[in-house]
């Protein structure tokens, strides 16, 4: 069928209800935060309105440029991990029966409904000296004595990569369950081994899909909040800690605002990027 351009002002009726609501919840918060971004603090924890650049200039500093440097790879590190555990654990759960994969779906999906706290203190628990794994690893003879696993990097990455990753298994499942198994087939009649064959087809065949989600779990890895604080050192804290720091803790409206608007402006940036890869795909 052929679609008509709109003739009068009427035909543009259904567009107007989703642009009250993009205007009201995106653009007007988001100019808000741009104007208190320029704003000058006063002593107290008050703003005056102003045309100040020393928000930006300070978060030019060495520190806060250390902070963001580090949330940028572990939100880097997250993407990447998450991407390497889903793609052959999607893959192999397109192949099982259909049974099989809605258990696996309803599991993945009660995950999705935990929220953040129960997330982090649940793995502050299996990461403890008391109650954690490593009391396991003592039982097996593997480790002397029990010890904390937490506050550490690596804690915190397992948090956030455990919950990101039935976000990544969802995004990748249509496109996997899509994919034709001949293709597979036909490598190994060639004879590929099912390893060769998965790097060398699925893979490719993939290739704009894994992009596009490697964006999407990295924007939301970069929004992070809770769990570097619950199972990391200040040292782990992301942007997204120091933005609530300085907003509510320091009083310092401006600053947070400053904050806020680059890393608003980078998450922007990458979705226009999973457009872009999401175009190509539908050329290819």
Same mark, same amino acid.
């Given at each position: ?124 628990? #299996?990461?403890?000296? @008391?109650? %954690?794994?490593?009391? !396991?690893?003592?039982? /097996? =003879?593997?480790?002397? *004595? $029990? ?115 680059? #890393?608003?402006?980078? @998450?922007? %940036?990458?979705?226009? !990027?999973?457009?872009? /890869? =999401?175009?190509?795909? *539908? $050329?290819?």
């Amino acid at each position: 069928m052929r679609r008509e351009a709109p003739q009068k002002i009427g035909d543009y009726g259904p567009l107007f209800f989703p642009a009250t609501m993009l205007v009201v919840f995106f653009v007007v918060p988001f100019a808000t935060m741009i104007a208190v971004s320029f704003f000058q603090r006063q002593q107290g924890g008050f703003y005056v309105p102003a045309f100040e650049l020393s928000n930006y200039q300070r978060f030019l500093s060495l520190f806060f440029a250390n902070v963001l440097g580090f949330s940028l790879m572990l939100a880097v590190t997250v993407a990447i991990c998450c991407v390497l555990l889903a793609v052959p654990f999607t893959y192999l759960l397109t192949r099982m029966s259909r049974k099989v994969q809605v258990v696996w779906l309803v599991a993945l999906l009660s995950v999705l409904s935990l929220s953040e706290v129960i997330i982090g203190f649940a793995w502050s628990t #299996l990461f403890s000296r @008391t109650a %954690g794994i490593t009391n !396991l690893l003592v039982m /097996a =003879g593997i480790m002397s *004595e $029990a010890k904390a696993l937490l506050p550490s990097f690596g804690a915190v990455l397992t948090g956030m990569v455990y919950q990101a990753f039935p976000y990544t298994v969802l995004v990748l499942y249509p496109a996997l369950v899509r994919l034709d198994p001949t293709l597979t087939e036909a490598a190994r009649t060639l004879g590929a081994s099912p390893i060769k064959a998965f790097f060398t087809v699925v893979v490719p065949a993939l290739r704009n899909t894994i992009t596009a989600t490697l964006i999407m779990v990295f924007i939301f890895a970069l929004g992070c909040y809770l769990l570097p604080q619950l199972l990391g050192r200040p040292q782990h804290w992301t942007l997204s800690v120091l933005i609530t720091d300085q907003a509510i803790y320091q009083s310092n409206m401006p600053f947070a605002a400053a904050m806020a608007v680059f #890393l608003v402006l980078v @998450t922007l %940036g990458l979705v226009a !990027l999973t457009i872009l /890869a =999401g175009r190509k795909g *539908e $050329a290819a």
